[in-house]
């Protein structure tokens, strides 16, 4: 009986809740959810529906939006009350109807709605993944055996096989001039002179192969080389010497990681140590100071991004910091946009949200950042470094500086001008009485704003002296003579006559104090020596009202028993003191002056390992603060090694490290399948002027298959497997073949049949990139200056970046060592298309715009390079008229590395022979002629 | 004869700049494989029905308070020494709870127009066009400190590497006037964010903004950089300019390849002439009647800057330009309307402002400009109702004011409101976000369709944010 009473009441219950779920929840759902938060929403948010019981339950991406009986877990009613998300978007609702849902959910959340779709999630299938191209390993392929006798080295065959199967034939071989030019760029980014130019042209008419071994060695060796592929690497390294973003902050020690690059390329450093090194530098064994100084430097890499150090919520700041450095790992070695995967997993290719984190965890583990109002970035001291003995200098002096104030500071007695800020009246001598044991009258004014000042402060009258009287007294122990002394510091403001009164055992003496005067020992003036008695009081009293003009100041009153006389101190004592204590002040200014010149402290930007390394969840949804399952810490799956079964073996990461030496060594392997394909790729395009794969930074399925997949691989397997990674020998094997020497200009049939050029049937042309332009232009002029190779060229090191005047500290170096800041760049090289250091850059873009041509029409820099080009060439070229044709021809060795055609040579002999063979004008308006011509701005 | 050649190529080059833009598209092509839009700046259709044409941006850098001038709070003037709880928003004080004393407002308001909205003391002068303005009084926004929001609110991202919404804007929809930049800001600061708040970024270049003068410098030199040559004469000047462009004939006609891209750098230096030309004629000021100059206050010491940059805005726009910004601007750490301390300083910037900001309202709506052209006027965030270093107010990104005014939006209106003491936006809300994708639906725009692919993944200005304030349309 009892239980079915129950159970009608308990019906009853349930359909009271659905009624107020009807009443009072349904409508709201309907009215302000449903538009983005139901099935047939146009665009379902946050994966989250709100139109059934089940998919309400299951909840969105952030997980369940109702906890039924648990209001506090339930993220519905938190975004409603604005504690999670702001939901719904445009208003809070009133509170009224936030209760009814609290209420409703504590109540265990009736509802009848059924049905319902849950939106999918997908899943990655990392085996699949593993089959697309690049993700397979590399195989060195079998050399193919064209029927022709075109190719001359392997990497022909490759091309030449591909012409065969396509009927396409090659176009016919550059001139030795072109040829010459395109190595010269290519490998140092200079223009030839005119002896380079005869040299190889000679040797070329004897023989091709010899004259390009021959200059192809010069230049490998020379240390242009690590100049120009230094620029390469720093492109997709997004080198700059500032942070960007909000304040940029200058980075003062960048410019060792771009010398620590240049150097490697020069040294031909192995591929896979630089990417040890990029990764983790910090945490690789090293033998000497040398070799640790250029790991920690190329760690930097990973702290160079664009960072917005002011960004005040500081956990967005590290996660977005940590987002950069894997995002530009991925593109710069791996050629993935692994960064795709942040907030879901990667809609192309085979990365899970899961690695995102597996990475997240590694960096996480890493201290980059070093928190504050405007944050700032890890730095490790380098072992060896001239500077070192700058700063050794340095210390030594500091020292010697501090002895000599030491010594100084026994002989002189006393308080000095300026020194102690306060005085502890117990220190002192005598009987003292302070300011705070006085009788003031009137207003006046407590201040411990000046030292020195005996006690706890003292008392000014603030200008104001009307009534304003003070009266120290006190009774003395002994009867006889005193001095008596009075405390006052001393500033110009003071009052210069200031009436004192000692009221003593012989009456009373009024003495004037003067005091903007310093006191003899800094801190007492003298009022004179006076007989007390001992049981009398001994008055000092001080009367503003008749004092000249200035601040009154009121200290402190010493009656000094004229017996001490450790104190005593005869005038030429006095005049001693007194400049012992000048001297004293004059080695403390210096010391001060000293301590600011100190030498910059030899350090790298860097990274280190963090103390307690620890795997990292899942943001669910990229939210910063919606924290998912911890994973734990690993790279890329797909591009891992697998087991028999083909799943991908467990990284076993070092629980007491942050991983990321391994995963150096996983970027760096011979069996990742994208590293060497990447590099190599890169090398190609620098070279050639497209890569085998046209998109260098994606391989992913959103870039572009390889036009000659078995080259590329046949390449990547070379360069790993019989080169040890030495991209010297790489550039060299692409540069020999004769792929290499294809002309630019088609026939215009092999362009119709491949208008892409992807059969590499002919040479591409190429823009002058920025840096070539202007080291060109330079070079012709006869002012470039070859000598700086390196340090730091910012000429004068600020907190930000954006004041700097790059014309005031203009100089002739070649453009890699130009300071490079991400919000004040060098003219020219925005206006010719840099690469943009906020962003990974294998390929720059090669925009043609009439901003080109003003800056080429009428910057000064352009006026004044033609200007001094013309006149170097006449200083170094004699002046004749009937050898005028000569002179052209020499201006276009100089510019264009070629002669002059007759339709150039026509309009250039009348333009002189009317404005005068012999003006510098003239000839100034011959060479920005040729600067702005398109053969000078593009490589043939 | 040569002058000759010049029309012909000219004639030849019927779209011109976008045919220019060949170059960077052949280069770019490579990085967007998917996305084989023509990457030209020549004027496109719009997606939608477009209400406006183009966008002059009048930036207040720095954040004026909005409390102080367009947002009333009656309760703010009642509770002026009330302390309230603040939740830190900056490091340091970041989630801790603290004691802030309220300020009211340093200055009265009274209603205008027929539609009775509340504008103080400090801008009399716009006061008088309310009548025409949309009021957007719950705006929201991402940062604190001036760099990421004014990032923000240029790009939608306060450290992530974006580009501009005037880059977006030309991908979009082109420019109107081939020989001028379609995305120009006038006298930008170096500061916070400097370059990247006009850059392209990911997008091709030939959607960067142009710089017009800079904040550092003075605006005699508000002017395209190197649109004169500084040493020749206009004479000597074109002698060069001949002998440069036959030069350039003559290597290209040896080729025996058809190169579009040598083209089209021969027909860059033809530009490049013409707005040396044509630009500077439009970037003078001086064909402006006096009255004309008046109205924006030109010639009165203290409104002759901006007064200029809002006049140049307008000649901009009439003649073509897609977006114009003008930037009340400088180059230190706190800009302008930085006021953390010393809020009476509020006054010089508003004095500075008010008149050329009226005249360019006016001038607009007397040219009937104002039909397609949509004004936005505002700041990376605004100011707190509590004070801060005795009388100054600090940043407030959570809750302040921007107005629109033409291109379609409601007139004489306002839309959301903040919390009774004006800090926190409570009502219509309207993120940077929502901003974005307004002003891009008035230029007929659909913020979720105007994509670009980049490295595998499709952006867009308002990344995966961003509503349509369909109300404030009329």
């Known amino acids: ?940 | 004869m040569f002058t000759h050649n010049r029309r012909s190529w000219l004639q030849n080059s019927a779209c011109g700049f976008g045919s220019l833009a060949l170059g960077s598209m052949l280069a770019e092509q490579q990085a967007s494989a998917a996305s084989a839009a023509n990457h030209s700046l020549t004027a496109k259709q719009p997606m939608l029905p477009a209400r406006a044409k183009r966008v002059i941006f009048i930036f207040m850098q720095g954040g004026p308070s909005h409390v102080d001038s367009f947002d009333h709070k009656p309760q703010l003037i009642n509770s002026d020494g009330k302390s309230i709880d603040f939740t830190g928003v900056r490091f340091g004080t970041f989630g801790k709870v603290s004691q802030r004393s309220l300020m009211k407002p340093l200055w009265k308001f009274r209603q205008y127009g027929a539609c009775g909205q509340h504008v103080s003391e400090l801008f009399p002068q716009i006061a008088k066009h309310v009548d025409d303005l949309c009021f957007l009084k719950g705006m929201h926004t991402e940062g604190v400190a001036h760099g990421p929001s004014t990032l923000f609110m240029h790009t939608g991202a306060t450290n992530l590497v974006r580009p501009s919404f005037g880059s977006w804007l030309m991908y979009g929809l082109g420019t109107e006037n081939q020989s001028l930049p379609g995305f120009v800001q006038l006298q930008p600061s170096d500061t916070k964010g400097g370059p990247r708040n006009y850059s392209n970024a990911f997008l091709p270049s030939v959607y960067q903004g142009t710089a017009i003068g800079r904040a550092s410098r003075s605006i005699e030199q508000m002017t395209i950089d190197h649109i004169r040559n500084p040493q020749l004469s206009p004479e000597e000047a074109e002698t060069r300019f001949t002998l440069m462009q036959r030069l350039n004939k003559a290597q290209v006609n040896r080729r025996p390849d058809d190169d579009s891209r040598l083209e089209a750098v021969i027909k860059s230096y033809e530009l490049a002439w013409r707005m040396q030309t044509d630009a500077p004629a439009i970037l003078d000021l001086s064909h402006e009647t006096e009255t004309t100059q008046q109205m924006y206050g030109i010639g009165a010491d203290k409104t002759d800057a901006f007064g200029r940059q809002c006049l140049m805005a307008r000649r901009l726009s009439e003649s073509g330009v897609r977006f114009v910004q003008v930037n009340y601007a400088d180059e230190s750490p706190n800009p302008r309307w930085d006021q953390h301390s010393n809020m009476p300083k509020h006054m010089d910037h508003a004095t500075a402002t008010d008149k050329p900001v009226a005249g360019l309202l006016a001038d607009l709506k007397q040219r009937g400009l104002l039909e397609d052209t949509l004004v936005w006027w505002g700041a990376e965030f605004g100011r707190t109702p509590f004070s801060q270093s005795n009388n100054g107010r600090d940043h407030n990104p959570r809750g302040f004011t921007v107005f629109l005014a033409g291109g379609g939006v409601k007139k004489g209106f306002s839309y959301g409101a903040t919390d009774e003491i004006g800090h926190e936006a409570v009502e219509g809300k309207v993120h940077m976000h929502d901003l974005h994708a307004t002003i891009l639906h008035a230029l007929g725009l659909d913020h979720e369709q105007l994509t670009y692919r980049y490295a595998g993944r499709d952006f867009r200005l308002t990344d995966i944010y961003g509503r349509v304030i369909k109300d404030v349309f009329a």
């Not at chain 1, 070279?687 to 390889?706: Q, S």
């Open chain 1, 1 to 940: 009986m009892l239980s079915v009473i129950l159970l009608s009441r308990a019906e009853a219950d349930d359909a009271a809740k659905l009624e107020f779920f009807e009443a009072r929840i349904r409508p709201v759902l309907v009215e302000h959810c449903y538009k983005c938060h139901a099935v047939d929403a146009k665009n379902v948010r946050g994966g989250l529906l709100l139109d059934s019981k089940a998919v309400a339950l299951d909840g969105g991406e952030s997980g369940a939006a109702i906890v039924p009986g648990v209001p506090d877990e339930s993220l519905l009613l938190l975004a409603m009350k604005h504690e999670s998300y702001e939901m719904p978007p445009d208003r809070k609702l009133p509170d009224s109807i936030i209760a009814d849902f609290e209420q409703w959910i504590r109540d265990g959340a009736a509802d009848p709605r059924v049905g319902g779709k849950m939106v999918k999630r997908s899943a990655i299938d990392l085996k699949a993944g593993r089959n697309f191209w690049s993700f397979r390993s590399i195989r060195r392929p079998d050399v193919p055996a064209p029927k022709s006798g075109w190719a001359k080295t392997d990497i022909d065959r490759f091309v030449a096989a591909r012409y065969e199967t396509t009927g396409l034939s090659p176009v016919d071989d550059a001139t030795a001039e072109q040829v010459l030019r395109r190595i010269q760029y290519g490998l140092v980014g200079l223009p030839p002179t005119t002896d380079q130019i005869a040299t190889f042209v000679a040797a070329w008419s004897v023989d091709p192969d010899q004259a390009i071994d021959a200059i192809v060695d010069e230049l490998l060796a020379s240390h242009r080389f690590g100049e120009r592929w230094g620029r390469h690497w720093l492109d997709v390294a997004r080198f700059a010497e500032s942070s960007g973003g909000g304040r940029s902050l200058m980075f003062p020690d960048a410019w060792r990681f771009r010398d620590y690059v240049i150097k490697s390329f020069n040294d031909d450093k192995p591929f896979d140590q630089l990417v040890r090194e990029h990764i983790a530098g910090d945490l690789l064994p090293y033998k000497s100071d040398s070799e640790h100084d250029d790991q920690v430097t190329g760690v930097g890499y990973l702290t160079l991004g664009p960072t917005n150090y002011e960004q005040q919520d500081k956990e967005l700041l590290r996660m977005e910091v940590i987002d950069e450095q894997i995002d530009t790992i991925g593109r710069t070695f791996l050629g993935l946009t692994i960064g795709c995967a942040r907030c879901h997993d990667h809609k192309f290719d085979p990365i899970p949200t899961a690695d995102y984190y597996a990475m997240a965890g590694v960096f996480r583990s890493t201290e980059t950042l070093l928190p504050g109002n405007v944050s700032t970035y890890v730095t490790t001291s380098l072992k060896t470094n001239p500077e070192h003995k700058r700063l050794a200098d340095w210390k030594t002096q500091e020292k010697s500086l501090q002895a000599k104030i030491a010594e100084l500071k026994k002989q002189v007695k006393g308080q000095r001008p300026g020194v102690a800020p306060h005085i502890d009246t117990a220190s002192l001598p005598g009987i003292v009485v302070d300011d705070s044991q006085a009788t003031f009258e009137g207003e006046w004014v407590r201040s411990t704003s000046l030292a020195p000042y005996v006690g706890k402060g003292y008392r000014h009258d603030n200008y104001l002296k009307t009534g304003r009287r003070v009266r120290f007294q006190t009774t003395l122990p002994e009867s006889g003579m005193y001095r008596v002394r009075m405390s006052h510091n001393y500033q110009t403001s003071r009052c210069s006559r200031l009436p004192v009164t000692v009221t003593h055992a012989e009456g009373s003496t009024t003495v004037e104090v003067d005091q903007r005067k310093t006191p003899l020992d800094g801190v007492f003036a003298e009022l004179g020596t006076f007989p007390f008695t001992a049981g009398s009081p001994a008055v000092v009293t001080i009367d503003a009202e008749k004092s000249g003009k200035g601040v009154v100041i009121v200290d402190a009153i010493q009656f000094l028993p004229s017996t001490v006389d450790d104190v005593v101190v005869s005038p030429d004592e006095q005049h001693q003191q007194l400049e012992l204590s000048k001297r004293l002040t004059s080695l403390e200014a210096k010391l001060n002056k000293h301590k600011k010149a100190r030498p910059v402290t030899p350090k790298a930007m860097g990274v280190r390992d963090q103390k307690e390394p620890a795997d990292w969840h899942i943001h669910v949804r990229g939210g910063i603060r919606n924290l998912g399952p911890l994973v734990p810490r690993g790279f890329v799956s797909a591009a891992s090694p697998v087991d028999q079964n083909g799943d991908t073996l467990p990284f076993n990461l070092p629980q007491d490290q942050s991983g990321r030496l391994e995963m150096a060594n996983w970027v760096a392997s011979p069996v990742n399948p994208l590293t060497a394909r990447v590099f190599v790729n890169r090398v190609w395009l620098h070279l050639i002027g497209e890569g085998l794969v046209r998109t260098p930074d994606n391989f992913g399925k959103m870039g572009r298959a390889p036009t000659h997949p078995e080259l590329l691989d046949y390449l990547a397997a070379t360069f790993v497997e019989d080169d040890a990674w030495s991209v010297k020998t790489l550039i060299r094997r692409i540069v020999v073949s004769r792929v290499f020497r294809l002309s630019s200009s088609a026939a215009s049939g092999t362009s119709d049949a491949d208008p892409d050029n992807e059969l590499l049937t002919r040479g591409f042309r190429r823009r002058l990139d920025v840096e070539s332009l202007r080291d060109s232009l330079l070079q012709i002029s006869g002012q470039l200056d070859l000598n700086q190779v390196g340090g730091l060229t910012i000429g004068k090191v600020t907190q930000y970046d954006n004041a700097y005047d790059h014309d005031q500290f203009s100089r002739n170096i070649r453009s890699v060592y130009v300071p490079f800041f991400r919000n004040c760049m060098l003219e020219i090289f925005e206006v010719f298309d840099i690469a943009n250091p906020n962003l990974v850059t294998g390929q720059r873009t090669s925009s043609t715009l009439p901003s080109q041509g003003l800056f080429l029409l009428n910057s000064p820099f352009m006026l004044e390079q033609s200007k001094v080009a013309a006149e170097h060439f006449l200083e170094t070229q004699s002046v004749d008229a009937a050898a005028l044709d000569a002179m052209i021809d020499e201006v276009f060795r100089r510019t264009l590395g070629r002669p002059p055609t007759v339709g150039e040579l026509k309009p250039l002999q009348s333009f002189l022979v009317e404005e005068g063979v012999d003006s510098t004008d003239a000839w100034a308006s011959v060479f920005q002629a040729l600067f702005a011509s398109v053969d000078f701005r593009y490589i043939d």
